[in-house]
């Protein structure tokens, strides 16, 4: 790729060597997106998922520490919890009943007397444990790297943004409505990167949303934030999402968490709530939007394939009524019903498509929008709004950033491009 990321090679979305090497540079070295800390509130209580394609439990042991192991047992390999979540004091393995507690322990093998006599070191042998898991208001995260930084630090500038979005209220968030999963025939790069801060295919893809007035048409007094580390926000001002129709009274509330942001941090932070659309690389992206929040993370199934794990974010302590129609709106916009969600999922398809032949995986995407038009947040608004930002909403400065902080992975710090 060009080393300003205003252009990438299309083979990048469709070589299987080249994505075995993410899942070993990117994927294995990383902070991932996990779940939120309102799913696991009892010791004993676990989710499953996946950190790249490794699948992962994520587990409060029995003194209410947060553990992620390889969901795979030590003994032949296969998964030792095979339900999404749930509350357990062992995982049973199903091939050989070999059970593990939750503090990864082998706790129990079948005839182990009988049939390993002495032979059997069962503290040699428990789950295999993630050296790295933290949490960032309510988002859990972990890392398999040994040498990876401290999450706060892999997160950087982007945590100023976070917490605008995950600390507006005392009490933090909660998830509601359990999560939604589908399948999308696209490579996880094209919406990790649609999420930094692609608001130029608004007015096309998502046009019919325009007309219906479920959003407003957009223009481009807005932003798009780089913070580092391949992380990134954009929004236009006021929030992505405003229209006319099917309105409720989250604009109420956003207008009162807006007026507490300005008392806190000047004017100029009414730009910023909701902060709109972000991605944390490499594969965790968000919506905070002028009707609900939500979160998501892009699972690799494949060069060409990936699982949307999604979930609808909101206010601990908002009313329950408000709750209620906050979970309507995400389902009604985004979700695997979702109009917009639609839209995307069918269009990036349609890309992938275009990659599959000969010619089609030749040459390069261009990502030159708004070059040379980026300057400190800082300048823009003023301390203490941190990162670099474009003078214009609609560029591809957030994708470059993406981009540019992908190919530093991948090229690793001891090798030269």
């Given at each position: 790729?060009a080393?300003?990321?205003?252009?990438?090679?299309?083979?990048?979305?469709?070589?299987?060597?080249?994505?075995?090497?993410?899942?070993?540079?990117?994927?294995?070295?990383?902070?991932?997106?996990?779940?939120?800390?309102?799913?696991?509130?009892t010791?004993?209580?676990?989710?499953?998922?996946?950190?790249?394609?490794?699948?992962?439990?994520?587990?409060?042991?029995?003194?209410?520490?947060?553990?992620?192991?390889?969901?795979?047992?030590?003994?032949?390999?296969?998964?030792?919890?095979?339900?999404?979540?749930?509350?357990?004091?062992?995982?049973?393995?199903?091939?050989?009943?070999?059970?593990?507690?939750?503090?990864?322990?082998?706790?129990?093998?079948?005839?182990?007397?009988?049939?390993?006599?002495?032979?059997?070191?069962?503290?040699?042998?428990g789950?295999?444990?993630?050296?790295?898991?933290?949490?960032?208001?309510?988002?859990?995260?972990?890392?398999?790297?040994?040498?990876?930084?401290?999450?706060?630090?892999?997160?950087?500038?982007?945590?100023?943004?976070?917490?605008l979005m995950?600390?507006?209220?005392?009490?933090?968030?909660?998830?509601?409505?359990?999560?939604?999963?589908?399948?999308i025939?696209?490579?996880?790069?094209?919406?990790?990167?649609?999420?930094?801060?692609d608001?130029?295919?608004?007015?096309?893809?998502?046009?019919?949303?325009?007309?219906?007035?479920?959003?407003?048409?957009?223009?481009?007094?807005?932003y798009?934030?780089?913070?580092?580390?391949?992380?990134s926000?954009?929004?236009?001002?006021?929030?992505?999402?405003?229209?006319?129709?099917?309105?409720?009274?989250?604009?109420?509330?956003?207008?009162?968490?807006?007026?507490?942001?300005?008392?806190?941090?000047?004017?100029?932070?009414?730009?910023?709530?909701?902060?709109?659309?972000g991605?944390?690389?490499p594969?965790?992206?968000f919506?905070?939007?002028?009707?609900?929040?939500?979160?998501?993370?892009?699972?690799?199934?494949?060069?060409?394939?990936?699982?949307?794990?999604?979930?609808?974010?909101?206010?601990?302590?908002?009313?329950?009524?408000?709750?209620?129609?906050?979970?309507?709106?995400?389902?009604?916009?985004?979700?695997?019903?979702?109009?917009?969600?639609?839209?995307?999922?069918?269009?990036?398809?349609?890309?992938?498509?275009?990659?599959?032949?000969?010619?089609?995986?030749?040459?390069?995407?261009?990502?030159?929008?708004?070059?040379?038009?980026?300057?400190?947040?800082?300048?823009?608004?003023?301390?203490?709004?941190?990162?670099?930002?474009?003078?214009?909403?609609?560029?591809?400065?957030?994708?470059r950033?993406?981009?540019?902080?992908y190919?530093?992975?991948?090229?690793?710090?001891?090798?030269?491009?």
């Open positions: 790729m080393s300003d990321g205003s252009s990438v090679d299309r083979r990048i979305f469709v070589d299987e060597s080249l994505y075995r090497l993410e899942q070993e540079r990117i994927f294995a070295k990383c902070w991932l997106y996990l779940g939120h800390e309102s799913a696991l509130q010791n004993g209580s676990f989710i499953t998922t996946t950190m790249g394609e490794d699948p992962v439990i994520v587990v409060r042991d029995k003194t209410g520490r947060l553990r992620v192991y390889l969901n795979s047992c030590s003994h032949r390999g296969a998964k030792v919890c095979r339900v999404d979540a749930g509350v357990a004091t062992m995982f049973k393995c199903p091939y050989h009943a070999w059970a593990f507690n939750t503090e990864g322990e082998l706790a129990s093998v079948p005839r182990m007397g009988s049939v390993y006599g002495d032979k059997l070191d069962r503290s040699q042998l789950l295999r444990e993630a050296p790295h898991v933290d949490s960032f208001g309510g988002m859990i995260f972990a890392s398999w790297d040994p040498q990876a930084p401290t999450l706060r630090e892999y997160l950087g500038d982007m945590t100023f943004y976070l917490e995950l600390n507006r209220m005392d009490g933090g968030t909660e998830l509601i409505g359990g999560v939604h999963q589908w399948t025939n696209v490579n996880w790069k094209i919406p990790s990167e649609n999420f930094a801060g608001h130029y295919h608004v007015s096309s893809t998502h046009g019919a949303g325009v007309e219906m007035g479920y959003r407003s048409r957009l223009s481009n007094d807005g798009c934030i780089q913070t580092g580390n391949g992380h926000i954009g929004s236009e001002r006021g929030g992505a999402q405003q229209g006319t129709a099917v309105k409720t009274d989250y604009d109420a509330f956003m207008a009162q968490m807006r007026s507490e942001l300005v008392a806190k941090y000047g004017e100029s932070a009414s730009a910023f709530v909701p902060i709109g659309v991605t944390i690389f594969n965790m992206s919506m905070d939007t002028a009707r609900f929040r939500t979160f998501r993370v892009w699972h690799p199934r494949g060069v060409d394939k990936i699982e949307v794990h999604s979930w609808c974010l909101v206010d601990k302590a908002m009313p329950s009524a408000l709750k209620a129609a906050v979970r309507k709106q995400y389902s009604l916009a985004f979700g695997p019903g979702g109009i917009f969600e639609q839209d995307d999922g069918d269009v990036w398809q349609s890309v992938q498509d275009n990659l599959r032949g000969h010619i089609g995986r030749q040459g390069r995407f261009n990502y030159q929008m708004g070059v040379g038009r980026e300057a400190p947040t800082s300048s823009r608004y003023g301390p203490p709004f941190p990162g670099s930002t474009s003078d214009i909403l609609m560029t591809e400065a957030n994708q950033a993406f981009y540019r902080h190919a530093a992975q991948m090229i690793g710090p001891d090798r030269k491009p």
